[in-house]
């Protein structure tokens, strides 16, 4: 029971999580976020090699040194109630956590969706009509991303995270 139970809560903040994304028209949504790898994993629990434990919602099939990314970022619910909620992009899945334990220092960025490559990934569009360059030694990585995908833009827009990838590559801003 408490396991469908889990499952009915996560689904239904993943649903307001892509709604809110279709309400912003899917420009870029101010967030903070941290990266680390997984130290260790039993079952639901991981803890991360920064130090800080987390619980996953669902069972993950991720590994050990594996790259997350938590994201965290407020939520309207449809009583108009905010909730801030962290979501853990783990080897392309998309896993809502808890904080169990231990520090964490976050960055801050900017979620968005990558909706067009250009010249083999030379060249990405995001969803609010900014443009990014790839340099040519990220290219093949980008080159076989296939939009639109949930993307993280550093704050100082040097790097954005594909999260269905879980890769980092450099950018910079042409318009």
């Not at 809110?20 to 039993?42: A, F, M, N, P, R």
């Amino acid at each position: 029971m408490k396991k469908s139970l889990a499952g009915l809560v996560f689904c239904v903040v993943l649903l307001c999580l892509s709604r809110q994304g279709e309400l912003t028209g899917q420009g870029l949504q101010k967030v903070e976020y941290l990266v680390d790898s997984i130290l260790e994993k039993e079952g639901e629990y991981i803890r991360l090699l920064g130090g800080s434990s987390w619980i996953l919602a669902l069972p993950s099939l991720a590994l050990i040194t594996e790259e997350v990314i938590i994201i965290f970022q407020e939520i309207e619910l449809q009583n108009k109630n905010r909730v801030k909620v962290a979501v853990a992009y783990i080897d392309g899945e998309e896993i809502l956590v808890k904080h169990a334990g231990g520090r964490y220092m976050t960055q801050t960025g900017y979620l968005t969706t990558v909706i067009e490559a250009l010249n083999e990934g030379a060249l990405l569009r995001l969803a609010n009509g900014l443009l990014l360059s790839v340099p040519e030694y990220d290219q093949y990585y980008t080159g076989w991303w296939l939009p639109p995908y949930k993307a993280l833009l550093t704050r100082n827009m040097l790097y954005l995270y594909n999260l269905k990838k879980g890769k980092r590559v450099w950018v910079s801003s042409i318009k």
